[in-house]
């Protein structure tokens, strides 16, 4: 789906053709050829400074993801393999308990149980080497404890740097859409003035048709949500059939309510259908559409459902 600053950057271009073959001089206001030329041509840079931190912010989210799925599958197995390895009467039961009741599936819950885990691990650790004859410490294949408090001494860097890269997405998109109404607004005044200045049937004026002015936008409808399902920690979002007319952009945004101030989780919106999570059981979540275009944004009405 094209984007507002594609048609923008077009029409921007015939404008500069036109301006600059017929009437260089001409100005709008204080508009020159000269500033228009120097807007027009930024705007492409700032498509490539924003695709260029999409990239990035794509990069900080995989590496947060992978860190954290790696610490997921340690604090899952290796509580369950220490399980294994302890008599009925061993007193470490209790600590396994309080390591089980800890929801490993979101971030902190997470981070909680690991370090719950590399608490009991090391104690485990020592038992097993005061033993007679001593036993080595415990592993998880190749895995150590040392290489758990790895991930989880990473892991909150990682989790500041993805939200550093999304600032700067944000402060680069932003950029971006200021830059793109600015030209589009000059390319109309551009068009208006210079419309009015030389007569019709003038050379000048028959150059407008060069120009793809193209037809009004009308501002997007909006994409309604029809059913939320839950699947196991996870969420089954369907959409009435019809909504989202001339947007451009289509996301799905949602928040846990108590947890998130806003809705700052937000993704592309699959039309047939899409699975969001996981979460956690008794989780309240409320999701919402935005369709946007270049007249702004219309967010469908919110949802929640309650896991």
């Known amino acids: 789906m094209a984007e507002f600053f594609e048609a923008v950057h077009q029409r921007g271009q015939q404008t500069l053709a036109v301006w600059n073959t017929h009437a260089a001089t001409f100005q709008v206001g204080a508009l020159t050829l000269a500033a228009h030329t120097t807007d027009v041509a930024l705007l492409m840079t700032h498509v490539n400074d924003r695709d260029v931190q999409q990239d990035v912010q794509d990069d900080a989210v995989l590496a947060r993801d992978a860190n954290f799925g790696s610490l997921r599958d340690i604090v899952v197995r290796v509580p369950q393999l220490i399980e294994a390895t302890l008599e009925d009467d061993d007193r470490l039961h209790s600590d396994l308990d309080d390591v089980f009741a800890v929801d490993p599936n979101r ?90 200045n030389f007569a019709i049937g003038s050379p000048e004026n028959d150059a407008l048709s060069q120009i793809d002015t193209g037809p009004t936008t009308p501002a997007p409808s909006a994409l309604k949500i029809d059913t939320l399902t839950a699947a196991g920690t996870s969420v089954q979002v369907a959409y009435v059939a019809g909504g989202g007319d001339h947007a451009t952009t289509l996301v799905l945004l949602w ?45 469908s009405t919110v949802k929640s459902i309650t896991l």
């Open 107 to 196: 971030t902190h819950g997470g981070m909680e149980r690991a370090r719950r885990v590399v608490s009991l691990w090391n104690r485990v650790n020592i038992l097993r080497a005061a033993m007679t004859p001593a036993l080595p410490a415990l592993t998880l294949g190749a895995t150590t404890v040392a290489n758990l408090q790895t991930l989880l001494t990473n892991h909150p860097g990682l989790l500041q740097t993805v939200e550093d890269e999304r600032s700067e997405l944000n402060q680069k998109t932003s950029l971006l859409k200021t830059t793109s109404r600015r030209i589009d607004r000059n390319n109309k005044r551009w068009y208006a003035a210079w419309s009015q």
């Open 255 to 299: 928040r846990v309510v108590g947890i998130d101030p806003d809705f700052g989780h937000a993704t592309a919106v699959n039309l047939a259908g899409q699975t969001i999570g996981p979460f956690s059981a008794g989780d309240e979540i409320q999701f919402k559409t935005r369709g946007s275009n270049s007249t702004g944004d219309t967010d």
